[in-house]
């Protein structure tokens, strides 16, 4: 089988409208990107998806949606002024800047060749500043979040006296977060603007020792509902020179990537640590009153942090499949079904004689239950090549029979298998196969 490579992936999501560089026409800004219109559905199923699996499927997790913007002081609770730093080298030949842990410091400057000429390290922080409101003095700087779960503990007391959650329960948020890395790479997987789906669960202190591996097991299980294949998943446990210095335990799912195995999501046993902080820094009480005991403490948290715009790209990148077939090949994205951005496309085998019309009208009724897609341009096998290109899972084809029988032909992605079905049939046949999809045996 041929390699999935980044460059492929790149090509791919450019060609067909998953992701672009950010500001291209301007010669492009590193370290965003846009998500196209295929991308921009990619991603809201992978978000769908988790969203539900997290505030649907499971007992007592809730849903937040803080704003990006937050009072400064939550990051001095949170130890991201003083922590969240890299130490950063510049070039003083060629200005060029570089992660200090990640070259060489005696070795010539990798971008312009010579010799001694970098700054000595510094710490840089990671957070992006900036102002709020017209006055530019030091009281209004803020900065944009670096990450979600602080919106979860600044706001744990507003969700518990409002909803009628008990202990154990979770909060739930999906956004953007933003931060000033050195040395962006490998595409969307280490950018500066980027997306988080996190779920703070907050227990007595002691059941976190049932929850945290509870929690691990499920996420991973989250990655084969999606589709993922098995052997691209692993678990990687912090060693105790990557544990944070409060967190009790932290796993990470990684995946692997085109670049080789990577953080994917971090699954974490955080103690009392961030409401402890933000009760010292606040002043505010944050402790839990337990209703049968009538004793007061302040949770533990057990965190699964998943990266959403890194789950786009494992998506792509475990999709991809280039395939020799007995006369042609072909590019094939094995979307599961669910995360697909279409979900079936419908072709008129010609244009004339009435076929586009009913093409037409047949695709307008798929609509109130899946993504659909119409084209009638080109021959039917290139029409099915395009659909393969962007992972669509089902194509109908309406031909001549159909005027006579209402009958239409389904034709799975992965097999390439075709049946010939009633219309009235269809939505039931596509449902009952989306529920028992598995990869390569879609039929
Ligand atoms: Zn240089």
Redesign the pocket.
Known sequence: MAEVTMEKIVSLCKRRGFIYQSSEIYGGLNGAYDYGPLGVQLKNNIRDMWWKEMTQLHDGIVGLDASILMHSKVWEASGHISNFTDPMVD?K??K?RFRADQIDLEAP?P??G?KG?FTSPRNFNLMFETHIGADSDTASTIYLRPETAQGIYVDFKNVLQSSRVKIPFGIAQVGKSFRNEITTKSFIFRSCEFEQMEMQFFCAPGEDEKWFPYWREQRMAFYSKMGIRPDHLRWHQHGPDELAFYAKDAYDIQFLFPMGWQELEGVHSRTDYDLTQHQKFSGKDMSYLDPTTHEHFIPYVVETSAGLTRNVLMAISDAYEEQELEKDSRVVLHFHPLIAPITVAVFPLVKKDGLAEKASEIEHALREEFSTFYDQSGAIGRRYRRMDEIGTPYCVTIDYDTMKDNSVTLRFRDSMEQVRISITDLVKEIQGSIKNYRRGNDE
């Open positions: 070039c030949k060629c060029s400057c971008v312009c010579n000429t």
